[in-house]
Each structure stands twice: as C-alpha cells, then as structure tokens.
C-alpha cells in the first residue's frame, strides 16, 4: 500500500540535502566547540556559520540567536525567563486562546507563581484583533505573547500589527513562528517582534533543535547556568549536526519559498473546493485568505473524528484532527473551540497538512477516500439517521452564511 503523508505540521521527513550537511558531525568532525585544539574549532566555526546563516534568513544580528532543543524549549525560555527577568515591574502578561500548548501551559504555570495572565479571544477564523489587545495591556503588562501561524487551523496572525501595538506602551513582544518558520516570509525587523521561536524539524530539518531570537535590548533569565555555550544563557554542549542540519533546512526553505507556497496553495484550494463541493454537511476551520499555504482543517457533522483518522490510516493516509501534542486526549481542539465551534462539531474534525512530497493524486485519493469513509461512518451514526427523520437539526447549518461550508 502507497503511504501518503498529509501530517506535515506535526514533523517533516529529513531532506536528503540536510543529511548530507550533516554527516559529517555525525562521523569524523564530532568535535566539541568548546575544545581549543583544531577538531573543537571546526565544529566552533560551522556552528557559527549556521548561526550567521539563520540570523541572515531572518534580518536578525548573529548575536541575537541562540540554539536550543525544539520550539517548546524556545517558548518556554523566552516566557518564564522575562517573567522572572522583569517581574519587579509588573507581573500581567497577554496570550491568546489559540496559541500552541508549549505556551499556554508555560503561562498556567506563571499564574501558579502569581502572575496574571489575559487569553485574548478570536473571532471565527482564528484572527487576534488589534483592538482587543489595545484594551488588554495594562500598566502593569510586561509581555504578549502571540503566534505567527496557527499549527491546526493555519490562520496567520497581524503580528506586525499586534506588536506596533505592544511597543506603543512599552511591552515586549514574543511570537511562536514554530508553524510559520520556513512557510512564509520572516523579518524580525519588519515584524517588530522582541522575540522569536522556531523548530527545524518543521521545515525538513532534524528534530531536536530550535532556535530562540532575542532582539539585543532584552533582557532574559539563563535557561541553563553552566558553562559558556551560547554565551553562557544555555549551558550545555551544543548538537553541532542538528544545528547544521537546521541552517540547511532553512536555506533550502527560503530558497524554494516562492515556488513552493504558489504549489501547495493551488494544491490546498482544490482540495478545499472539492471537500465543500463534494461532501455533505463540511466546514472548513480557519481563514481561507489569511492562512498557511499547506494547511487545510475541516470539521464533518454526524461523526467522530478518531473513526476517520483510523480509516483514512487503514488506506495509508497519515492526517491528524489537531498538534500532534495533544494527540492523546479525548477532549476537542481548545482552537476549535476558541473560533466557536460546539463541541459535536469540533470532536468530527480533520487536519490535513501538504509537503514538498505531496501530489495533485494524492489529493484527489484523499477526497475520494474520505467521501467513502464518511458515507460509511454517517451510515452508522444515530443522530445522522435522526437528522435524516427530521428529529435532530444540523449544527453546520448555522455556519452556512459564511462561504465555507457545504450544508446540503
């Protein structure tokens, strides 16, 4: 059976280019940096050569990155360390409701420690608005930490415009970009943004290395006291082939950007214009204008979401209903929730997510297998059959007026 991997929000395979950058450190130059003698410097110089590389890609200082293992590790240094860093000075921070679990349960530990924190809402496509986070900040608001792009639903977030906001009255400015990153155009400058997270294993890079920028004027807590790796904020000694194979990745990203986003897009949209077409009783989740090139996220009425994902696996099909992080609870999407949807309709939903790999027929086996497996899981489902008698009103029906749903 064909394999056919649509679940590339939660990891990417590994480009054959950025093995080959990297084997070499994990072979004959495996070096520690922090060695004086000539194996230690080479693995010291392509270190600093990746960090220049990635700083480049996003109109930041070299100074102003530093590695750490993942995007959650990012998140969590750059919340909890300005907390601690500038709780003297106030201690309410900004989210918003959608934001990735790495952020969100970083701030519920804050609120433990005495912090107070405001969860901004989103209107139905998933979009923060400017004005509410206007009204949020406070005199006593130290941080707003806001997603570049939504890793279920793909909304791309005004972060320019949020963080214009944000330095109006003085309040730093995080973002998590761990979706965005190597998606769509980045610079800190033009974003306005303090500080800024990204993952390689989200762009054809290795897992377990990230990056954190820190624009040069803040100020953070160490994440790691120790030695003096990454200027001795992070003290541990640095995963050299990660770190290469992330600057690889991203090279390779920035490079193919344009061609590659204008492909997914056509991909998306054709999939998108048959699901709603095609499939009865559909609505797609999120902006379709405002969103990820290669994210398509639908909910379906009268079924469970686990039952579709167990079928569409059974004909090879890797596709999840939401962050691969969450993969294990019972409870719906907190962002499908967020953008209003009801818990009947968030429990039936389906997140789709295109790569380099994907393919106008692998679109088309994927509609047409989900027409089947939704056929048959409504054929089976008691309140379809009550819907069908006319005993139970559909839900979907309500969201018919706003162009992306399929209600017949």
């Keep these: 059976m064909k394999q056919i991997y649509l679940d590339n929000a939660s990891t990417t395979p590994l480009k054959k280019e950025v093995l080959d950058a990297m ?60 907390a601690e860093k500038h709780a003297c000075e106030g201690k309410h921070m900004i989210t918003s409701a959608i934001e990735h679990h790495a952020v969100l349960h970083t701030f519920k530990h804050l609120e433990k420690l005495g912090f107070e924190v405001t969860y901004l809402p989103v209107d139905s496509q998933g979009l923060v608005s400017v004005d509410d986070l206007a009204d ?65 294993h989200k762009l054809g890079g290795p897992k377990g290395v990230g990056l954190l920028y820190i624009r040069r004027s803040i100020k953070l807590e160490n994440l790691i006291d120790g030695g003096q790796q990454e200027r001795g904020r992070r003290a541990t000694t640095e995963n050299v082939a990660g770190i290469v194979g992330f600057a690889k990745a991203a090279e390779l990203a920035w490079s193919e950007m344009g061609e590659e986003r204008a492909r997914l ?41 686990e039952g579709m994902l167990l079928q569409l696996a059974a004909r090879g099909i890797c596709v999840s209903s939401g962050s691969a992080c969450t993969s294990g609870s019972l409870d719906p999407s907190h962002v499908l ?28 086996f994927t509609v047409d297998s989900l027409k089947k497996i939704l056929e048959l899981l409504r054929s089976m489902s008691p309140l379809y059959e009550d819907f069908k008698r006319g005993n139970y ?3 979907i029906e309500g969201y018919k007026n706003d162009g992306m749903t399929n209600v017949n």
Excluded: C
């Excluded at 039936?348 to 790569?355: A, D, N, Q, W």
């Design 337 to 364: 929730l967020a953008i209003g949807l009801p818990h009947e309709i968030a429990h039936g939903s389906l997140r789709v997510t295109l790569g380099e790999d994907t393919t106008l027929e692998d679109i088309d």
């Design 393 to 395: 009103a559909s839900i």
């Design 23 to 82: 084997m070499p450190y994990l072979t004959n130059e495996f070096g520690n940096p922090s060695s004086l003698y000539d194996l230690g410097q080479t693995a010291s110089d392509v270190v600093q050569e990746s960090r220049d590389e990635l700083a480049s890609l996003i109109g930041a200082k070299s100074s102003e990155i530093y590695f750490t293992s993942g995007g959650s590790e990012s998140d969590n240094w750059a919340i909890k360390g300005f």
């Design 265 to 305: 897009i056509e991909l998306r949209d054709h999939a998108i214009r048959r699901i709603l077409a095609e499939i009865p009783h559909s609505k797609l989740n999120g902006s379709w204008q405002s969103r990820l090139a290669n994210n398509i996220n639908f909910s379906f009425e009268f079924i469970e979401g």
């Design 136 to 200: 949020a900040i406070r005199d006593d608001t130290i941080l707003v930490s806001i997603m570049l792009a939504n890793n279920e639903i793909g909304t791309i977030e005004p972060i320019a415009e949020l963080a214009s906001v944000a330095k109006e009255r003085g309040v730093a400015f995080h973002t998590d970009a761990v979706q965005a990153f190597g998606h769509i155009p980045i610079d800190v400058n033009e974003l306005g943004v303090d500080m800024l997270s990204a993952s390689a």
